[in-house]
């Protein structure tokens, strides 16, 4: 069975300081892991996915994560938050071999970017 | 371009009666998920499809059902809407098979008020 923690419900901090949003998996399987962003009142974005390849993952709007076996850990990262960051991030986990397992989402992240 | 789209986009009903939510993707992928997303609970799978004609249930199908007469839709229906479905309904869709064809394509949501 897979399942995801999210370790914080929501993560305040200033425009221009770093984000940090952590994510722990357990899975039986090979993973692939995913972080979605969802603006208010709007869909799911990807934000970046890992399958198996580089460990260090780079994703769309300066974020980036770090696929961490030994911790079981997907954390994703931004040096410099900015004001358009405010939104709900969510970590996902699915079984890389086999594109049929469904994804089994965190409970999410709300972030807030004070000025 | 390929897109997924839901539609109504927000609707409001009442106890009992018969709901079918809508869902298109002209993306010809296989497979197509519907959930549901509730405050602190973060998405959670109602229904899935692997392929025209293939179904299966997901964490909270109970008083959902879904059919697939095509690659294209997959209608949500609420046999008897309960004041508990009311919620916010995303569906989704993937290329399937391994590896990066898990990602996930979301649609904008439905936005269900049951009375």
């Known amino acids: 069975a897979q399942s995801v923690t999210q370790l914080d419900s929501h993560v305040s901090v200033s425009e221009g300081t770093p984000v940090l949003l952590r994510c722990n998996y357990s899975s039986s399987y090979s993973p692939s892991l995913f972080w979605y962003v969802q603006h208010p009142n709007k869909g799911l974005q990807l934000l970046l996915k890992y399958t198996s390849a580089a460990t260090l993952v780079k994703g769309i709007n300066g974020f980036e994560a770090e696929f961490k076996k030994s911790e079981t850990s997907f954390h994703l990262t931004k040096p410099s938050a900015h004001m358009s960051d405010a939104a709900e991030y969510f970590c996902v986990v699915s079984d890389r071999l086999s594109g049929n397992t469904p994804l089994v989402f965190g409970k999410g992240t709300r972030l807030s970017v004070i000025a | 371009d390929a897109e997924i789209t839901q539609s109504p986009r927000h609707k409001i009903t009442e106890t009992g009666r018969q709901v079918t939510l809508a869902c298109h993707q002209t993306w010809n992928h296989n ?71 898990n990602e996930q394509f979301f649609g904008p949501g439905t936005r269900l008020t049951v009375l």
């Open chain 2, 31 to 101: 497979n197509m998920f519907w959930y549901r997303q509730d405050l602190g609970h973060g998405l959670r799978l109602i229904h899935y499809s692997y392929g025209v004609q293939d179904t299966n249930k997901g964490e909270v199908s109970d008083g959902y059902s879904v059919s697939r007469s095509n690659t294209e839709d997959l209608p949500l229906t609420l046999e008897s809407a309960a004041s508990s479905q009311t919620s916010v309904y995303f569906c989704a869709s993937s290329a399937g098979s391994s590896g990066t064809r």
